[in-house]
């Protein structure tokens, strides 16, 4: 089955640096890919997506790109604030999108 | 839109006792979903629906878990008898089967003493 590889936390950045959080995956087929993020006491919602090779997903600045050849979703986000201090999930999802595979989670906090 | 209900949000109890724990998804998601998160485990799939009809419980730690879903507005996770080791934060998330989206709700903190 599919399942996925997440860099290990925790991130420690200070604000405005730059953000990677690798992500590898491994699937039969060619699954879509999000990320998720969980922000302190809350459920995890959806952060980005790519349904297919080369497709970049974006939002609030983050971005990810699907790469079949390495198969990895790798997260950056050019310049981290506060308010991104989470945790963040990298999940492959298989052909009806409900056979979800979330990762460790990788915990990001951003200093002043 | 309310989002995903879970309810209770914190229950305590005492080994041995029964716990429910409820979940009302998205009205016109025709999934559900339940997971645990414990730091030890990271985030587990316990079981899903869709269209009210469990698809894949594998992932159901044992016999003492059970899940229903008798309509589509409402869902619950019952563990009988509860033990120590089911302490953990118990999310429910329900989607647009094959949007991949799935929107989880705030959670419920289950501690068992």
């Known amino acids: 089955g599919d399942s996925v590889t997440q860099m290990e936390g925790p991130v420690t950045l200070s604000e405005e640096a730059f953000l990677t959080i690798n992500c590898t995956y491994t699937a039969t087929g060619y699954p879509s890919l999000f990320w998720y993020v969980q922000y302190p006491g809350e459920g995890l919602q959806l952060l980005l997506k790519a349904t297919k090779a080369d497709d970049k997903g974006s939002n609030k600045g983050f971005e990810a790109t699907y790469r079949k050849e390495t198969t990895s979703f790798h997260l950056e986000k050019g310049s981290v604030q506060v308010s991104d201090s989470a945790v963040y999930f990298c999940a492959p999802a298989g052909w009806d999108n409900n056979d979800m595979r979330f990762g460790a989670g990788t915990r990001l906090t951003v200093k002043p | 839109d309310a989002g995903v209900i879970q309810s209770p949000r914190h229950e305590v109890t005492e080994m041995g006792q029964e716990v429910t724990l409820r979940c009302k998804p998205i009205?016109?998601?025709?999934?559900l979903f339940w997971y645990r998160q414990t730091m030890m485990r990271g985030l587990e799939l316990l079981i899903y629906f869709n269209n009210n009809v469990p698809i894949d419980d594998s992932g159901m730690p044992e016999d003492r878990f059970s899940a229903k879903m008798p309509n589509a507005s409402f869902s619950t996770l019952k563990i009988q008898p509860s033990e120590p080791r089911d302490s953990a934060v118990y999310f429910c998330?329900?989607?647009?089967?094959?949007?991949?989206?799935?929107?989880f709700g705030p959670g419920t903190r289950l501690t068992v003493l």
């Open positions: 009205s016109g998601h025709n999934s």
């Open positions: 998330a329900s989607s647009l089967a094959a949007s991949g989206e799935q929107f």
